[in-house]
């Protein structure tokens, strides 16, 4: 069965650090450019980052930018999310999603995973 | 950034009835447009892709139709499960700089 599962969500305070991690299995995780899309509680969804298959090509939205940084382990099928100065407006459910088509990048996303919480709060 | 409008924001019909929802690019994605189907505490589910081509086990009666700046999400004769909230997703940009629409909730009617 193709599947992302992703963990590492909490709390934490404004201005702390917070490492997400997205295990995929059921397809060749290396050949397929992941994403980050996050979802503030009752609201839409917004997209946080990209990286290749290869990791050559990484891409931030800009409320993001600087803060956070997208990095994977083809070895181990995994994803990560490392977040840095984190704010309130940072709250929300982060999900790591799988580009529909091997070997591209920009494109739709096909799988999703379940999501993980993580809430800036003092 | 191109910004992404659906229209209506909520949207109710009747089991079996067709549902039209509206996306509106504020310019040219091409044909470069995904809708995502989300039910409450679940992930969203990509549907269309492409602006036309169904996602793997998507029923037929989900279509997309459009190009450009004007897309449609219809769905043939409601589902009791497809009572949900849709959301339209540009990906044209280069650099990717992926935007949502803020979403259509269709409710039972």
């Known amino acids: 069965e193709v599947q992302l599962v992703e963990s590492g969500g909490g709390l934490v305070k404004p201005g702390g650090s917070l490492r997400l991690s997205c295990a995929a299995s059921?397809?060749?995780?290396?050949?397929?450019?992941m994403n980050w899309v996050r979802q503030a509680p009752g609201k839409g969804l917004e997209w946080v980052s990209s990286?290749?298959?290869?990791?050559?090509?990484?891409y931030y939205a800009d409320s993001v930018k600087g803060r956070f940084t997208i990095s994977r382990d083809n070895a181990k099928n995994s994803l990560y999310l490392q977040m840095n100065s984190l704010r309130a407006e940072d709250t929300a459910v982060y999900y790591c999603?799988?580009?529909?088509?091997?070997?591209?990048?920009?494109?739709?996303?096909?799988?999703w995973g379940q999501g993980t919480m993580v809430t800036v709060s003092s | 950034e191109i910004v992404m409008t659906q229209s209506p924001a909520t949207l109710s019909v009747s089991p079996g009835e067709r549902a039209t929802l509206s996306c509106r690019a504020s310019?040219?994605?091409?044909?470069?447009l995904a809708w995502y189907q989300q039910k409450p505490g679940q992930a969203p589910r990509l549907l269309i892709y492409?602006?036309?081509t169904r996602a793997t086990g998507i029923p037929a009666r989900f279509s997309g139709s459009g190009s450009g700046t004007e897309f449609t999400l219809t769905i043939s004769s409601l589902q009791s499960e497809d009572f949900a909230v849709y959301y339209c997703?540009?990906?044209?940009?280069?650099?990717?700089?992926?935007?949502f629409g803020q979403g259509t909730k269709l409710e039972i009617k």
């Open positions: 999603a799988r580009d529909v088509e091997m070997a591209t990048l920009g494109n739709a996303f096909d799988i």
């Open positions: 059921g397809f060749t995780f290396s050949s397929y450019s």
């Open positions: 990286i290749s298959s290869s990791s050559s090509y990484i």
């Open positions: 310019q040219s994605v091409s044909s470069n």
């Open positions: 492409g602006a036309s």
């Open positions: 997703q540009q990906y044209n940009n280069w650099p990717p700089l992926y935007t």
